[in-house]
């Protein structure tokens, strides 16, 4: 079974630029999650995705983050215009359900804002 | 505030050893607790899982045990190998399927 996919794997850009990251979790899996992972720390959860409806996007900052799932499938990630706090690695994961705890990481995308 | 932590950031055992991670929660209402496994450059790797109605829970090679008296988790891994070698976290899930995770413990296995 493949898992879940994620690019860039890399990305460097200077501040108040804009960055996209795109996600393909595992077919089938409905539910799908955007984390944050800034280094020495662990996840944080940026925003849920059950199919193409958002569950939670309380840690979201939504003045410069946003995220969609169209289709129920895919997922992108959009920083814009990017701060040098955002450097970081963008972790999607996903999930069969909403009540499946386990969760399949992908291998993230390292965000470094110069 | 609500939190899970781990008490040290780095632990270093000899390889054939046996290997306890710790992490401390803050919020007794948590029901499920996960321990995840992260080499460099990969995303978290689930291992092991305990539901709070339970106090141990063993796998292959690790056992997890909880003491919801005093808010702690731990993960035992035996006979260390250096495939090990990893951040390990802890996250704690309480029923909203919204998981907070702790800071991390780096695991060095030593030749």
């Known amino acids: 079974e493949a898992g879940v996919a994620q690019s860039p794997r890399y990305k460097i850009i200077e501040k108040r630029q804009s960055v996209a990251f795109w996600c393909n979790p595992i077919?089938?899996?409905?539910?799908l999650y955007w984390y944050q992972q800034i280094l020495g720390q662990g996840p944080k959860l940026l925003i849920q995705?059950?199919?193409?409806?958002?569950?939670?996007d309380s840690q979201l900052p939504k003045d410069r983050f946003s995220a969609e799932r169209l289709k129920g499938v895919d997922s992108t990630l959009k920083i814009q215009p990017a701060k040098l706090e955002d450097s970081a690695v963008y972790l999607c994961?996903?999930?069969?359900?909403?009540?499946?705890?386990?969760?399949?990481f992908g291998p993230g995308t390292r965000l470094t804002v110069t | 505030g609500e939190s899970v932590g781990l008490h040290l950031p780095t632990l270093s055992v000899q390889e054939g050893d046996n290997s306890i991670i710790n992490c401390a929660y803050s919020?007794?209402?948590?029901?499920?607790f996960i321990w995840y496994k992260q080499e460099s450059g990969k995303g978290p790797q689930f291992i092991i899982d305990?539901?709070?109605?339970?106090d141990k829970r063993q796998g292959q090679r690790v056992t997890v045990l909880l003491n919801k008296t005093v808010k702690h988790l731990s993960l035992q891994i035996a006979a260390t190998q250096p495939g090990d070698s990893a951040v390990y976290f802890c996250?704690?899930?309480?029923?909203?399927?919204?998981?907070?995770f702790g800071t991390g413990t780096r695991l060095k296995v030593l030749a």
């Open positions: 994961a996903s999930s069969w359900e909403r009540d499946s705890y386990e969760q399949y």
């Open positions: 077919s089938g899996h409905a539910t």
């Open positions: 305990i539901r709070s109605n339970m």
């Open positions: 919020n007794s209402a948590s029901d499920y």
């Open positions: 996250a704690e899930n309480r029923g909203t399927y919204k998981y907070i």
């Open positions: 995705f059950q199919n193409n409806g958002v569950v939670d």
